[in-house]
């Protein structure tokens, strides 16, 4: 199947869902006539609206329109949303968890034997389609899936599949790990800005810094660098988008009030 003949569905719309759905039209995988998202409450949906996304408040409208469903809920709400959609989840459906902490074997004993299923685990930049995700595919996924997953969400990022044993690693890693970039990047800044630079101006130098770097890296010595502007993330950034003070991809210096030279991350 064609990833632009698709009907997308997206039980769940929060942040990391919208940073998804913004990278696949973006780079024109799917049109948003064919995305459906739900939510409990219109909240998060006003976003999705404006990308011309169709919105329901029906999890069951999802995945009786939809061919390859995205399960994008909090994870204590996940048990209670499978036992809802069981009944309209067919062997021709596509579900694909970013719900941490639950496994493919947990997924398919809770969704009928058939269905094929997918786990992935995206990062806080894939909001602004600069993450690195991983996937792990389940017994009834072939090739055909996965390749389809990798070639939609190539679009928000670095997209690998990996035994389904490297997830908690990659959470660390990756996850966990952009914490730490941050708090590098804002600690560039304040050195900056104690030596008199401007606040606004060393964050957009010290992101910047590290961009280009990285870049560089991944391109190779002829490789384009990255760039700060044109929606990436600045050094603070991360303060507006980490999920929760304790939570995955807080930095343990931000997550105990420790700020600068007060902290070393063992790492």
């Not at 940073?19 to 909240?43: C, E, Y």
């Not at 058939?114 to 600069?130: D, E, F, G, H, Y």
Request: charged residues 15%; glycine residues 14%; proline residues 6%.
């Amino acid at each position: 199947m064609e990833a632009a003949e698709l009907w997308v569905g997206f039980v769940g719309a929060g942040r990391m869902a919208g940073g998804l759905v913004r990278g696949l039209l973006q780079a024109g995988k799917v049109p948003a006539s064919n995305v459906l998202a739900s939510a409990p409450s219109d909240k998060n949906l006003d976003a999705w609206r404006e990308l011309g996304c169709r919105t329901t408040h029906c999890n069951l409208e999802v995945v009786h329109r939809s061919t390859l469903v995205f399960l994008a809920t909090k994870p204590h709400v996940l048990p209670g949303v499978l036992e809802e959609i069981r009944p309209a989840v067919g062997s021709h459906h596509i579900v694909v968890s970013l719900v941490a902490g639950v496994t493919i074997q947990t997924l398919q004993r809770l969704l009928p034997p058939s269905t094929k299923v997918l786990r992935i685990m995206p990062n806080l930049p894939c909001v602004v389609q600069a993450g690195a995700m991983v996937f792990s595919r389940g017994s009834n996924a072939g090739d055909a899936e996965s390749a389809l997953l990798q070639n939609l969400l190539s679009s928000c990022g670095l997209c690998e599949e990996v035994p389904e044993s490297y997830i908690d690693i990659h959470t660390g890693l990756s996850g966990s790990g952009v914490a730490y970039v941050y708090l590098f990047a804002e600690a560039l800044a304040e050195g900056a800005v104690k030596m008199g630079m401007p606040g606004a101006l060393a964050s957009r130098i010290a992101a910047q810094t590290l961009l280009v770097r990285c870049g560089q890296d991944a391109a190779g010595d002829g490789g384009a660098p990255g760039q700060a502007e044109g929606g990436r993330l600045h050094a603070r950034g991360y303060h507006d988008l980490r999920p929760a003070p304790a939570g995955e991809g807080s930095a343990p210096g931000h997550r105990h009030g420790c700020r600068g030279g007060g902290h070393q991350p063992g790492v």
